[in-house]
T-cell receptor, first 112, second 117 residues
């Protein structure tokens, strides 16, 4: 059973517009959530995280929103740039951080 | 500040052979993780070390897999009697942190791609 789901395998957005990537989770023990970006032939790169005590965290063009009651989080990228084209993974862990569960990823294409 | 490094980047071997991968984490990081990733999927957790202690192992980690982290520095992942299904990207990640409520993001290496012939 997939504890972390990313139901959109791919997303295309025009340069300059907003990209919204979604993630749903099922395990109520998850306490810490992260987004990673991955380019081909490289390991995932950390983008932004949020703990369950917050509902929003912002870092430059990237904002993560957490809705605990819906067990849903989203990543907003604004404005989107062609260099943002990559696969984005949502990940979650419990309070101890001993085991991180990743979603299957969403491939974002930002069109010039 | 060097990142997480993994060696080798690619490994091609025949079915039934043993393979060993090495991971050098970021030097001040006490936590180290191994993951496996197959095409179209996210990384799947395999095992976790805090310093030299292996504290968590996934059910995915069969008896043919063993991981070590002597002295709490670099780590090795060994797969014995490799099978076709072991073909995947093996990723290592490290982070700092101690106990509950002190999570830090993981930093990943570029992985070792294993191909079983």
């Amino acid at each position: 059973d997939q504890q972390v789901k990313q139901n959109s395998p791919s997303l295309s957005v025009q340069e300059g517009r907003i990209s919204i990537l979604n993630c749903d989770y099922t395990n109520s023990m998850f306490d810490y959530f992260l987004w990673y970006k991955k380019y081909p032939a490289e390991g995932p790169t950390f983008l932004i995280s949020i703990s369950s005590i917050k509902d929003k965290n912002e870092d430059g063009r990237f904002t993560v929103f957490l809705n605990k009651s819906a067990k849903h989080l989203s990543l907003h990228i604004v404005p989107s740039q062609p260099g943002d084209s990559a696969v984005y993974f949502c990940a979650a862990s419990d309070n101890y951080g001993q085991n991180f569960v990743f979603g299957p990823g969403t491939r974002l294409s930002v069109l010039p | 500040d060097t990142g997480v490094s993994q060696d080798p980047r690619h490994k091609i071997t025949k079915r039934g052979q043993n393979v060993t991968f090495r991971c050098d984490p970021i030097s001040e990081h006490n936590r180290l993780y191994w993951y496996r990733q197959t095409l179209g999927q996210g990384p799947e957790f395999l095992t976790y070390f805090q310093n030299e202690a292996q504290l968590e192992k996934s059910r995915l980690l069969s008896d043919r897999f063993s991981a070590e982290r002597p002295k709490g520095s670099f780590s090795t992942l060994e797969i014995q009697r490799t099978e076709q299904g072991d073909s995947a990207m093996y990723l290592c990640a490290s982070s700092s942190g101690q106990g509950a409520g002190y999570n830090q993001p993981q930093h990943f290496g570029d992985g070792t791609r294993l191909s079983i012939l």
